[in-house]
């Protein structure tokens, strides 16, 4: 089982839709989650931190949920400039600031 | 956040050369990374790079094929050694503003240098 897995979509939604990602990690101590999000040829972009209580930026909503150890992502009223990558990233076992991360998730928002 | 600032943005280099990729900050921060993202994959950790010592680095990277260097807490720099195609990869320095001890140290992306071997 990879360490931290995304599922690969793409997710293609109209705009104005409601679209949510899972991302399951397998240490189950982990304590930092993060969500990234990354245009084509560019860097990775902080999102969101996902807390424990779960947090909501905007349209922008993460949750954790450690009894199944996975984190989720969801974007309500999708827009077109939401169509990106969207990496997850948690903690490695060995260190509290050593991310690893999934291998994203393609959104594609169409008008 | 911190901004971060990479250079070159882009290379093309000739199969057994080297490049020196440069990462600075406009803030001072203890801990520094660089990664690497091959086409079409996700972000792989290379190093960490210490202020005033040697980098770390995770398995599967060496420090004869990726030195590194980091004089203070604002640069670094990375350098790809005797390159083959293989090597032909988006490079990324991070660097970690959690202030130190806290549980969500978040990191923050340069915009990477995209280099092509040859």
């Known amino acids: 089982r990879k360490e931290v897995e995304q599922d690969p979509g793409p997710f293609n939604v109209p705009e104005g839709a409601t679209v949510a990602f899972n991302c399951t990690y397998s240490?189950?101590?982990?304590?930092?989650f993060f969500w990234y999000r990354q245009d084509c040829r560019k860097e990775p972009k902080l999102l969101m931190s996902?807390?424990?209580s779960g947090n909501e930026d905007g349209r922008f909503t993460a949750q954790l949920n450690r009894a199944s150890q996975y984190i989720s992502l969801l974007i309500r009223d999708s827009k077109l400039s939401d169509s990106a990558t969207y990496l997850c990233?948690?903690?490695?076992?060995?260190?509290?600031?050593?991310?690893?991360f999934g291998s994203g998730t393609r959104l594609l928002v169409r008008p | 956040s911190a901004v971060i600032s990479q250079k070159p943005s882009r290379d093309i280099c000739q199969r057994g050369t080297s490049l020196t990729i440069q990462c600075q900050v406009d803030?001072?921060?203890?801990?520094m990374f660089w990664y690497r993202q091959q086409p079409g994959q996700s972000l792989t950790l290379i190093a960490t790079?210490?202020?005033?010592?040697?980098?770390?680095?995770e398995s599967g990277f060496v420090i004869d094929k990726f030195p590194i260097s980091r004089p203070n807490l604002t640069f670094s720099t990375l350098t790809v050694s005797n390159m083959s195609p293989e090597d032909s990869s988006i490079y990324l320095c991070?660097?970690?503003?959690?202030?130190?001890?806290?549980?969500?140290?978040?990191?923050?992306f340069g915009p990477g240098t995209r280099l092509t071997v040859l």
């Open positions: 991070s660097v970690d503003v959690g202030g130190g001890g806290g549980i969500l140290n978040e990191q923050f």
């Open positions: 240490n189950s101590a982990s304590q930092s």
């Open positions: 996902v807390y424990s």
């Open positions: 990233a948690v903690n490695r076992e060995d260190s509290s600031y050593k991310l690893i």
């Open positions: 803030s001072q921060v203890t801990m």
């Open positions: 790079a210490n202020q005033g010592s040697e980098a770390t680095y």
